[in-house]
Nanobody
Framework: QVQLVESGGGLVQPGDSLRLSCVVS????????MGWFRQAPGKDREFVAA????????YCADSLKDRFSISRDNAKNTVDLQMNSLKPEDTAVYYC?????????????????????????WGQGTQVTVSS
């Protein structure tokens, strides 16, 4: 059974940085394209970023790419989300997701995650609150 466990969330002030981490267990993380999503209260889940199975490609939501970045360490089975210059509107529950579709080894590794908002596995989420 594949499990994704996020960590690193918390309460921060506007302008701060925060790094979220997701640990994959039950199967090698290199089997998956990985992504981060977020959901703010009363809003739909939103795609944040995705990374190819080998880390050779990343894709980030246009509105966030100047402040957020995604990385992975397959040796540690982890995927991180670096968030800089945080704003109150970044307040949300952040979810890690894993996709094992046929897209993951292609240049369209982000397609199922970003465009179709689909994944094979989801984490339980970690809360990020940005407030002064």
């Amino acid at each position: 059974q594949v499990q994704l466990v996020e960590s690193g969330g918390g309460l921060v002030q506007p302008g701060d940085s925060l790094r979220l981490s997701c640990v994959v267990s039950g199967r090698a993380s290199s089997d998956y394209a990985m992504g981060w999503f977020r959901q703010a209260p009363g809003k739909d889940r939103e795609f944040v970023a995705a990374i190819r199975w080998d880390g050779s490609g990343t894709y980030c939501a246009d509105s966030l790419k100047d402040r957020f970045s995604i990385s992975r360490d397959n040796a540690k089975n982890t995927v991180d989300l670096q968030m800089n210059s945080l704003k109150p509107e970044d307040t949300a529950v952040y979810y890690c997701a894993a996709d094992s579709s046929s897209y993951v080894t292609t240049n369209f590794f982000y397609l199922r995650l970003a465009r179709f908002m689909r994944a094979d596995y989801w984490g339980q989420g970690t809360q990020v609150t940005v407030s002064s």
